[in-house]
């Protein structure tokens, strides 16, 4: 059993890290952020699931992606954006693996 | 409304939320597949399992279906809330005998303009049209909420929508 280093208000580990994790990046998907968070792929997606059914994050489809950002619907949306930023100031490994991320555009089929 | 009067009967608080109540307040020139209702006050998994039962419906997942109506129910979580605002006062709505808590044509005008404002989803706007051009709709209230959301300018756009949609009205029904 491994133990807790983080506190988690959000429920599970995976729950507060993925918050945490879209607050930086506006939108993301599953696979991405499995990568980001190191964590496995199926966790990522039950805590996206159980946020979701919480109306916290919302998702669209992109093709078979789904894609998933903070729901800015959610009734406390803009208190809840200041308490992940908040939380975030000590997460300094998140954000420079965030920052790590391409997010501008590319030209298809130009080499990276 | 059928399943709203169900709730009621079970004792359970239930907002109609969402685009089936838009269809409602646009004389169903809307339709949608999917019932949200908001439940409040401590309701068990069995108790609304019975109150579905009687209407037919079972659970299949986090929804309900019918084997015999192509639409199903959800129960987002709530709080029920606009955009930030919590403070949403349902209304009853009657068919006969039949009485469900629905979200008010403002209320619901405000509920697809969220949508149009936060996802950018134009079909929204178009149903906010819709619900205003057969409602009466308290305008201020949503201009202030518009307002306090950050998107005065889309409620401009909406506001401009509804004008030249009245006004094509007015023009189709002058024509012989």
Redesign the interface.
Known sequence: MTVKVRSSPFGSTTRTRVLLALSLMSESYPRELARLLEAPLSSTQRALRSLE???LVAA?SAGRTRIFRIN??Y????DLMRYLRRLNEPEVELAQRVAALRRRPRQTAKPL | MHVGNALRRHGIHGVLTGGACASLHTGGVYHSVDVDFILSGRVTQAQLDAAMAEVGFVRKGDHYVHPRVRFYVEFPRGPLAIGADHRVHPVERRSGTVRSLTLSATDSCRDRLAAWYHWNDRQSLEVAVAIALRNRIRLPAVRDWSHEEGFEDRFEEFLAAVREARRRRRGRSWRP
Do not use: E, I, L, V
């Open positions: 059914r919480d109306g669209r800015p619907r009734f406390a949306f803009s």
